[in-house]
Every structure is written in structure tokens, then in C-alpha cells.
T-cell receptor
């Protein structure tokens, strides 16, 4: 157990729907990162939060949004889902927003 | 931007052999590199890192070599064991972004 908790582990939903993925960072870590892993694109950085504030944004679609709450857990919201959004979504956390990534086990999203 | 890629998608070795996984990067400003191991059903796990002011760094059974001239790094695993079977990713950071860019991954298969 890495200490980063992601729920749910698996999610199957239909095109056009909206889902929320949840991440609890490792105890004491202030920064949370979201990554998408698909077979043809590898691990793609989506967005980073630090202590509740957005710090960096990567290749995140406008249909996707995220936030980090006061208790430091984070949620990634995916809407108007398309078949191509099927992927593994990973959350990682670091103590200070710099080094020492710890990844969760991921949420496997399948859009049918 | 940064582009990081691995040379081979799959590497098969016999138990006890030494394994070498290679990675190339495009951005000469990259100054920090990390190797991750991802086992099936799990998130990436930190193995070893190296900064651009170093050529070599050793860990337990692993060595990372960095050649800045040709923008290449490698991960050497000594006495490879079946438990080393996983996908290995290199990742690079540049310009103080603190957001690693991941390569596609090499699947290491260790035959007993």
C-alpha cells in the first residue's frame, strides 16, 4: 500500500455520462497530481493541486475538471464521456509539490 | 517541450542475468530524471533518480547512467529476478517544472 488511495478501482459507464474519481493523498502530502494512462499515449499529466490551489495544468480536456478540498483529498470530474476516455487514471501526491511522487493504484475507467 | 521515449517496448531476460533498459530524451534543458517500475494492477513506483550534474547513481541492484552528450539514460538491473518483471518508465523534468514527462515504457519479462 503506497498510502495514496484511489476510489473506485473500476468504473464502467456509457458515453455521454459524467463520473467522479476520488483520491486521498498520502498523510502529510500537500500536493496532488492526476495522470491519464492509455495504451497509445503512455502516462499523460493532467493537473496538479497544491494545498487546495491549482498549480499546474497539462493536457487536460475542457470536459475534465478537478479540485482539491480543505482535507486535501482531490476529485477528478470527467463529463460528456467518449470512448477514447477509457484509460487508467492515476493520482500521485508529494509532500511539497516538488519531489517524491507516490502513486495510487489507479482507477480503470471503461466507457462503453 | 520534453519528449522522453524508451528504445524497446519489450525486453526478455533470463533470471540471474543483468538487464539494461534504455531511454532517450529530447530536451537538453532536462535536469532531473526518474525511473519508475509499474507492476500489473499497480501505480508506478519510484526506483531511482539522477540529476543532470551526475553521470551515474547506484541503488540496491540498480544503476542509472546518464549521458547528457547524447541525451540518453539507462537503467541497469543486476541479477534480475522474476519479481523484477514489470513495465519500466523513465521520466524527465526540466526548467524547474517539477512535473515529470513520462516515456512510453518497456516491459521487462524475466524467465525463470
Amino acid at each position: 500500500d503506497s498510502g495514496v488511495t484511489q476510489t473506485p478501482k473500476h468504473l464502467i459507464t456509457a458515453t455521454g455520462q459524467r463520473v467522479t474519481l476520488r483520491c486521498s493523498p498520502r498523510s502529510g502530502d500537500l500536493s496532488v497530481y492526476w495522470y491519464q494512462q492509455s495504451l497509445d499515449q503512455g502516462l499523460q499529466f493532467l493537473i496538479q493541486y497544491y494545498n487546495g490551489e491549482e498549480r499546474a495544468k497539462g493536457n487536460i480536456l475542457e470536459r475534465f475538471s478537478a479540485q482539491q478540498f480543505p482535507d486535501l483529498h482531490s476529485e477528478l470530474n470527467l463529463s460528456s464521456l467518449e470512448l477514447g476516455d477509457s484509460a487508467l487514471y492515476f493520482c500521485a501526491s508529494t509532500p511539497d509539490g516538488f519531489y517524491g511522487y507516490t502513486f495510487g493504484s489507479g482507477t480503470r475507467l471503461t466507457v462503453v | 517541450g520534453e519528449s522522453v521515449g524508451l528504445h524497446l517496448p519489450t525486453l526478455s531476460v533470463q533470471e540471474g542475468d543483468n538487464s539494461i533498459i534504455n531511454c532517450a530524451y529530447s530536451n537538453s534543458a532536462s535536469d532531473y530524471f526518474i525511473w519508475y517500475k509499474q507492476e500489473s494492477g499497480k501505480g508506478p513506483q519510484f526506483i531511482i533518480d539522477i540529476r543532470s550534474n551526475m553521470d551515474k547513481r547506484q541503488g540496491q541492484r540498480v544503476t542509472v547512467l546518464l549521458n547528457k552528450t547524447v541525451k540518453h539514460l539507462s537503467l541497469q538491473i543486476a541479477a534480475t529476478q522474476p519479481g523484477d518483471s514489470a513495465v519500466y518508465f523513465c521520466a524527465g523534468e526540466s526548467g524547474g517544472s517539477y512535473i515529470p514527462t513520462f516515456g512510453r515504457g518497456t516491459s521487462l519479462i524475466v524467465h525463470p
